[in-house]
């Protein structure tokens, strides 16, 4: 508790935080103005009828596809605090001669990664509910719209962050600052990729295209989690609107099955267990 | 709060303790060993393990061969940093923190009841009390090395491992860190000082132990590996040197030179200093 406590007092007093801040009441700002100024030029056809029988709700295409957009932002964001807090916790604070004082200490070193893990993973948990819930409101507020489910992909989406805070933390112990940030980053760029993947295998219907992307998701699961979470929030909608939603950013969303969740807590308990196995082995 | 300590166990001994870091040999089997209250100088050329012999007593390097005790318990273990306190060469803390607020958090974890008194204590012993609500980031690097020295003490150490403690400091710094080792000694606590500063170490340490190439060319009291360099007698207009002799011939020389009609003004009995010792222990190891 005591290193966690010593986390986040870090995390919060260093001065990139309030840069953090400050960008995501721009985000914030950017995606209401757009989201206003897109449902304007939209308001004319609420419902379009694309055949006989065939109809499409518009107020939900257009507002589940910005809201999808603003998850993958809320996502993004999140990971990069997420790097940003924990990407030199080992390596890179040995360099600097910040660990050895607090390592000496009887805390003992799992205790140690085990703090700065908890206080990263809250610290970036509180900060995507709180975009999260800012996208919504701002969503609902414009378009009157509320997803089919509230809480599943805000809870998927902060599963996802905490994936990537245990991944950096894992590569932390190996690596150092500057490469660790790369490579975090690359990973979430893999994770992308995999979801782009499974889009165009759906508008494609390629069956090998789709095998890769489910397979790189599960590799990743911070990419299961945001497929899922995405997926959740238009659960109910069926139809030829349904069909729409695929074409855009939804073409990769992919109900992930109840196996998701506890799959996730073996894949962080099995980051966890490498990490204070190479941090206890490690020189400082 | 720093407190007298009562008996205990050998403070730090290592046995055939070894270090390899892929073919480097960093150690190749010391024996060290400090006892309670006393002051041990490690001294050494770079490169000659000092450093990796110090971070094994705290446990942050793993021994390849041998082992390390601090106050009976194996080095690294919880029961050993309870018992120990460090300052790396190098070290930093984060600049956000305050002196003050740099000591309450290694009293969390060091689990000392001190409280603000110990911090006061601390930060007047190394001379920042006026300076315990500044910023790290504020702080000349002396300051910085001089709060590290006081980090290390939270706590009441009973065995203190100080690697470079005054490479920043300046001579008034020096002096007052000079006075708190000897205030340390008479507390009780064993410390273990990697330094370059020959000087130093002659005028605090008790032991040296001289490390090069990863083994111990030289350990003892400094006044008994001291040779003697012979006398050196002032006379009329002059000073003459007897090679060779020791503080027991004194009397006899004197003696001569009276009977033979020289008035004697003064004497000294030359011994080797600590940097001779230490050139003779390196530089013949060397050749």
Known sequence: MIIAGYA?????????????????????????????????????????EIGPGAIVDQQVLFSATLFGLAMFATLFLGTVLAIFLTHAVVRGDTERGLLQPLVVRPVGRTALLGGRFGAAAAV?????VCVYVSTLLITHAVTGWWPDRLVLPAAELVGAVIVLVGLSLLG????????????????????????????????????????????????????????????????????????????GPFGGAQAAGPSLAPYVLGYLAVLGCAAVFGFRRRDL | MLRTLGPMATAFSAKGLGKRYGNVTALGGVDV??????????????????????????????????????????????????AMGYLAELFRFPGWYSADEVLELHQRLADSS??????????????????????????????????????????????????????????????????????????????LL????????????????????????TAGRTDELAKP?????????????????????????????????????????????????YLEAVEGDNG
Not at chain 2, 122 to 149: C, H, N, P
Not at chain 2, 268 to 276: G, P
Request: proline share 3%; net charge negative; glycine share 12%.
């Open chain 2, 33 to 82: 060993s400090v006892e309670e209250g006393e002051l041990v100088g490690l001294l050494g050329p770079n490169g000659a393990g000092k450093s990796t012999l110090v971070k094994i007593g705290c446990g942050l390097v793993r021994p390849t061969s041998g082992y390390a005790e601090v106050c009976g318990a194996p080095a690294g273990s919880l029961e050993a940093r309870s």
């Open chain 1, 172 to 247: 932390s112990v190996f690596l150092s600052a500057i490469a660790n940030g790369i490579a975090i980053f690359m990973i979430f760029g893999a994770g992308l990729v995999a979801g782009l993947l499974g889009q165009i295998g759906e508008a494609l219907n390629s069956g090998s295209l789709n095998t890769i992307a489910t397979v790189s998701s599960w590799a990743l699961p911070f990419e299961a989690l945001y497929q899922d979470g995405l997926n959740a929030i238009t659960a109910d909608t069926q139809g030829f609107t349904r069909a729409a939603l695929s074409l």
């Open chain 2, 114 to 191: 001190g409280e603000e008194a110990e911090r006061t204590e601390l930060l007047g012993l190394v001379g920042l009390l006026d300076a315990r609500g500044r910023r790290v980031e504020d702080m000349s690097k002396g300051m910085q090395q001089r709060l590290g020295i006081a980090q290390a003490l939270v706590g009441t150490p009973r065995m203190l491992f100080l690697d470079e403690p005054t490479s920043a400091l300046d001579p008034a710094g020096r002096r007052t860190v000079r006075g708190l080792l000897e205030e340390l000694r008479r507390r009780g606590v064993a410390v």
């Open chain 2, 229 to 277: 360099r012979g006398v050196e007698i002032e006379v009329d207009g002059a000073v003459r040197n007897y090679e060779g002799a020791g503080r027991e011939d004194v009397p006899r020389i004197v003696r001569e030179l009276v009977a033979a009609g020289e008035s004697v003004y003064g004497v000294r009995v030359l011994r080797s200093t600590l940097e001779e010792i």
């Open chain 2, 194 to 217: 990697n330094s370059h500063l020959l000087s130093e170490v002659e005028l605090v340490c008790d032991r040296v132990v001289i490390l090069d190439r990863g083994v111990v060319v």
């Open chain 1, 8 to 48: 986040i007092r870090e995390s919060v007093r260093r001065r990139v935080f309030p840069i953090v801040i400050v960008l995501t009441g721009a985000f914030l700002a950017l995606y209401a103005f757009g989201v206003y100024k897109a449902f304007q030029s939209t308001e004319a056809f609420r419902t379009e």
């Open chain 1, 124 to 128: 970036c948990g509180v900060y995507v």
